[in-house]
C-alpha cells in the first residue's frame, strides 16, 4: 500500500509574509481571486456581485464616460496604490489620462485620480463607508461618491476633499436624480 501524501488544499499566498502584504505583491502572486484588495498589508477577497451592483455600475460608468471632459479618463474595478500596504479597488474611479502608463498597467496613483466611486454591498458596508474613504481622503483624492441600495434603488452620497482638515465633507445626498457641478456636470436619472 503506497504511503497518502498530504495535500494542502490551500494557496501558500493565503498565508501572509510577517509584516503582511505589499501593494507590489498583488501583480505577483499567482491566481489571486479577481478583485482582490490589499487594505494595510491584508488581502480582501471581494465576493460575487449583485445584478444590483452591476446595474448601477453601468449606470455610473456610461453617464461618467459621456460627461468626463478630454484629458481623463473613466475606470472601473481597477486599483489606486495608495502607498506601500494599500491598493484598495473602487468600483470606479476618473482619473488624468497622463496617468496611463499603457496596456499593462494594473493601478493608478492617487495624484492621478480625480474621483472614486464605491457601490455598496452587505459585505462591504464598512470598507466602503469608513475604511476606504478615509484612506481615500488621506492620499488627496478630492471627490469620493457611495452608493447605497435603499429597498432595491439607488441612493448617492457625493463628498468633497476639505483640504484643511484632509476628510470628506458631505456635498449632496440623491435619491432618484444625480446632479452634480462638480466635479463636472452630471445629471443622470437613477431609477
Not at 495535500?7 to 491566481?31: H, K, S
Not at 468626463?68 to 495608495?82: D, F, T
Not at 470606479?92 to 494594473?106: D, F, I, K
Not at 436624480?177 to 463636472?184: I, S, T
Amino acid at each position: 500500500m503506497g504511503a497518502l501524501m498530504s495535500v494542502d488544499p490551500y494557496p501558500d499566498w493565503l498565508r501572509p509574509p510577517v509584516g503582511g502584504y505589499t501593494a507590489d505583491d498583488l501583480d505577483r502572486l499567482p491566481d489571486l481571486p479577481p478583485h482582490t484588495e490589499l487594505i494595510d498589508g491584508s488581502l480582501v477577497f471581494v465576493s460575487p456581485q449583485m445584478r444590483f451592483h452591476m446595474r448601477v455600475l453601468r449606470i455610473l460608468e456610461n453617464v461618467l464616460v459621456a460627461a468626463v471632459p478630454p484629458g481623463w479618463e473613466v475606470l472601473r474595478e481597477m486599483s489606486v496604490r495608495i502607498d506601500a500596504r494599500n491598493r484598495p479597488e473602487p468600483d470606479l474611479m476618473v482619473v488624468a489620462e497622463e496617468g496611463n502608463t499603457g496596456q499593462r498597467q494594473t493601478f493608478s496613483l492617487p495624484t492621478d485620480v480625480l474621483l472614486v466611486a464605491e457601490v455598496v454591498s452587505d459585505e462591504s458596508q464598512t470598507r466602503d463607508r469608513e475604511i476606504k474613504p478615509r484612506k481615500y481622503a488621506a492620499a488627496g483624492i478630492r471627490y469620493f461618491w457611495r452608493v447605497e441600495n435603499v429597498d432595491g434603488r439607488p441612493v448617492v452620497y457625493t463628498y468633497e476633499l476639505d483640504p484643511a482638515t484632509n476628510r470628506y465633507t458631505p456635498t449632496g445626498i440623491f435619491h432618484d436624480r444625480l446632479k452634480v457641478e462638480h466635479p463636472f456636470p452630471v445629471d443622470v436619472e437613477l431609477s
